[in-house]
């Protein structure tokens, strides 16, 4: 077996241009789509410190994000990403805590079989799934 089948897949790359700061940074994320990039944007452009945040996907057969920081004051743009994906996962731990929480108390027994009903094997039907328990707790 060739060392390149062994090898694992990278997930994040960063490409930075020659000669710039650390503030302007492009990263490459592997096999993701819409679901994480779109919401790991809005978090990270909720940081005063960042000037820029966007990302592209850039064929509809790549599943890869292009997805560009630029930080303002010399902050590097790798710790805007890292706060951002924590911050996206703590939210994603208080959305599941919350439906849980409701699920054990049976207040939304209905609901609950057909959501299993239905395959949340997927990001995107669990992402959905969380925010549509939320909008009916208010």
Not at 2 to 17: H, I, N, P, S
Not at 46 to 58: L, R
Request: charged share 25%; hydrophobic share 35%.
């Amino acid at each position: 077996m060739a060392a390149a089948d062994t090898e694992k897949k990278r997930v994040l790359e960063m490409v930075q241009a020659a000669g710039a700061d650390e503030g302007c940074v492009t990263f490459v994320l592997h096999e993701e789509d819409h679901t994480l990039g779109n919401s790991l944007r809005y978090m990270v452009m909720k940081n005063p410190d960042v000037e820029f945040c966007g990302y592209s996907i850039t064929h509809p057969s790549e599943s890869k994000i292009n997805f560009r920081i630029q930080t303002r004051g010399g902050l590097p743009a790798t710790e805007t990403l890292r706060k951002g994906l924590n911050d996206l996962t703590d939210a994603s731990k208080h959305v599941l805590h919350t439906f849980e929480e409701l699920r054990n108390r049976d207040q939304v027994t209905g609901m609950w079989s057909t959501l299993q009903s239905e395959t949340l094997t997927d990001k995107n039907h669990r992402l959905r799934a969380a925010a549509w328990i939320l909008s009916i707790q208010n």
